[in-house]
């Protein structure tokens, strides 16, 4: 028999995310997704955590269907001038939260299941020492904000990074043992 025909769809997403298919394909490497002639696959786009779809251009042409639905099925491929281009924006980023012998808290909404905070928003963590099984406290060594030491988060037993705009970590330190209070 004859081989079957197969076409080249251009496919290129920017950084904050990727484009995937479940539909069968001949290869796909080089933002280049090669088909068989007549199928329709569907494009799926995931952006990574922290950023969203920005744009999705089917042909060049902007499709606000794909990205409200995050994909595109393509109709019968019967050429190689077929092209998907998608650009995610980022709309959060990663707040890092680490305590040793205590607890750190905070009330802002999603941040447990993620530790994602949504760019211009602010965030305020609360820590306390945790109890030894003679009810004796650890003590607060040190807190560090973004790997820097800083007394008066550690004074106050809180902190607010406001306004996020990168990345975040702060990692508050209790003593190795308890201070034995009798």
Do not use: C, M
Not at 56 to 70: F, P, R, Y
Not at 72 to 89: D, G, L, M, Q, W
Not at 93 to 120: A, N, P
Not at 128 to 153: K, T
Request: charged share 20%; net charge negative; hydrophobic share 25%.
């Amino acid at each position: 028999g004859t081989p079957t025909a197969t076409y080249g769809i251009t496919t290129e997403s920017g950084n904050g995310g990727y484009l995937s298919t479940n539909d069968s394909y001949v290869s796909w490497d080089d933002n280049s997704l090669v088909v068989y002639h007549s199928s329709t696959p569907t494009i799926n786009i995931y952006p990574n955590r922290g950023f969203e779809i920005d744009k999705v251009k089917i042909d060049g042409v902007e499709n606000e269907q794909a990205k409200a639905d995050g994909s595109y099925t393509f109709p019968a491929i019967s050429n190689n001038s077929r092209s998907i281009e998608v650009t995610f924006k980022r709309v959060a980023y990663r707040v890092y939260s680490y305590v040793y012998h205590g607890t750190i808290t905070t009330d802002y909404e999603g941040y447990d299941e993620l530790d994602y905070v949504k760019i211009g928003d602010d965030i305020t963590f609360t820590f306390a020492p945790l109890q030894d099984q003679s009810g004796n406290y650890y003590e607060i060594e040190n807190v560090y904000i973004d790997n820097v030491l800083n007394e008066e988060a550690k004074n106050a037993g809180t902190y607010t990074f406001e306004n996020v705009q990168a990345e975040h970590s702060i990692y508050v330190e209790y003593s190795e043992d308890p201070v034995i209070t009798h």
